[in-house]
């Protein structure tokens, strides 16, 4: 009896020890306790630091009035005032018979008309080609309306968000490649379709 107990303790001592690091020196090839694999909390994820914003406030002028070609557009009340606004991703390239004619570069706009006015989300020249997309993204229990503009060049990527809050629009930049490439990038091969 006096032999199990001390047998026991001994037993005992050697998992204790074992547990905390120190003694015993685990075998060749450890297995690993169903238990603390299940019972093991995973770690939480990072909160995203809060982007930059650039404030984009309503204007009456419009920039891309004359001139300009429709690339593409579409009607949705993204103020969320009842009315149908239209979002228009615009080009100073041209047409003929239905082909696009854009050079290595070109006058890229991308604006939002509303009832009161226009807010004029992008106006600038671009090596490269430029996309819209807008969503509604569902935030808990709220829907949110965002304008994303994508911005395709040889040397980099941008993805640029738009969101209306407060009687203005909001940028940020939820991607460029310039955050991990400091030196730009050199684009080999892409599925994203060339205008036609």
């Known amino acids: 009896m006096k032999k199990n ?12 020890t074992g547990c905390d690091g120190g003694g015993a020196q685990p075998s060749a090839s450890p297995s690993p306790s169903p238990s603390a694999a299940q019972t093991a ?13 650039e404030k984009i406030e309503l204007t009456q002028e419009d920039p891309f009035a004359d001139g300009w070609t429709v690339v593409g557009e579409t009607e949705y009340d993204v103020i969320s ?6 979002i228009s991703l615009v080009t100073s390239a041209q047409q003929e018979d ?27 020249h671009a ?12 935030e808990g229990d709220e829907t949110v309306p ?13 993805i640029r968000q738009f969101r209306y809050r407060d009687g203005a629009f ?3 930049t939820a991607y460029t490649t310039t955050a991990e490439a400091d030196g730009g990038i050199n684009r080999i091969y892409s599925t994203v379709p060339v205008y036609q």
């Open 127 to 138: 090596h490269g080609m430029l996309y819209m997309d807008v969503s509604e993204f569902y």
């Open 146 to 158: 965002v304008i994303s503009l994508y911005i395709f060049s040889g040397a980099g990527t941008e």
């Open 41 to 53: 909390a995973p770690s939480p994820s990072p909160t995203p630091a809060a982007r930059e914003e």
């Open 5 to 16: 107990l001390i047998l026991i303790a001994a037993a005992a001592a050697l998992l204790l």
């Open 98 to 124: 239905g082909v696009w004619l854009f050079d290595d570069s070109q006058e890229w706009g991308l604006v939002v008309r509303t009832e009161g006015g226009n807010y004029v989300l992008y106006d600038d």
């Open 170 to 172: 909001y940028q940020s």
């Open 81 to 86: 005032d009842g009315n149908a606004d239209i």
